[in-house]
Structure formats: structure tokens, C-alpha cells
């Protein structure tokens, strides 16, 4: 049996971002569950699970694009773990941020920059309770 869109999506959203994204998804429960319906069928079901990028090349490209928007740190904060969730290093998530601020400007890099640092340190204490 083939699988529908939106267990698909719910497989990859885990896969990529682990409970914080489904921690997205129940809080719009209340006010949009249907923003979160579209979020796991058409942003996981559909758009992570297309070949082509591998989820590490996929998290790069939206942890790029977060940081250069400027406007979405909560959405940037929930990348930046999903990049760590997938493998990739601390070095390439900061020099991607880095690399923003070419394109962006440094307003924008500094902003994910320090995003990365409270992620990092969140990352860093949930590793090694205390």
C-alpha cells in the first residue's frame, strides 16, 4: 500500500527535524490545524521528499534562505537544529550563514549567526545534561 502524502510527509518531517518540528505542527492545532496539514503534506510530503538534494543539501539551502529573510528566526532556529539532526557540521551551518552576508548583508548574517549560537548551545545542553 502506497503511502499518502501526508504520512509521508509526517515520516520526513521527523526524520528532518525530530520533535521540534512536530512540536510546530501542535501548536498551530488550535488556531490553523490546516497550515499544518499543508506544512507536512506539501513542505515534507512533497517538497523534502523530491530526489535530487540530498536533506543535508536541503537543510543548507533553507537555513540560506532563513538567515537571508532576516524575519524568521523561530523558523531559522527550528533549521538550524534540523541541520544538526541531519549531519551537517557546526562549520558548514556557520560558514553558510557567513556566506549570507554577502548576498544579505550583515544585519542579516549577524542575526543567524547568533540564532546558530543559541542553537548551538541548546544543542550542546541537551547533549550533556547536567
Do not use: C, W
Not at 38 to 53: H, K, T
Not at 58 to 74: I, S
Not at 75 to 86: E, I
Amino acid at each position: 500500500m502506497e503511502q499518502s502524502t501526508y504520512e509521508r510527509g509526517l515520516q520526513r518531517l521527523k526524520e528532518v527535524d525530530d520533535i521540534a518540528g512536530e512540536k510546530v505542527i501542535d501548536s498551530l492545532a488550535d488556531i490553523s490545524p490546516d497550515l499544518g496539514r499543508y506544512v507536512i503534506e506539501f513542505g515534507f510530503g512533497e517538497i523534502y521528499s523530491r530526489p535530487g538534494l540530498s536533506l543535508q543539501q536541503r537543510e543548507l539551502a533553507t537555513v540560506a534562505a532563513l538567515t537571508a529573510m532576516g524575519t524568521a528566526q523561530p523558523q531559522l532556529k527550528v533549521h538550524l537544529a534540523a541541520a544538526l539532526n541531519v549531519g551537517l557540521s557546526r562549520q558548514e551551518i556557520t560558514e553558510t550563514i557567513m556566506q549570507m552576508a554577502l548576498y544579505a548583508g550583515f544585519p542579516a548574517a549577524l542575526n543567524g549567526m547568533f540564532a546558530a549560537k543559541e542553537v548551538f548551545a541548546e544543542h550542546d545542553r541537551l547533549a550533556h545534561p547536567q
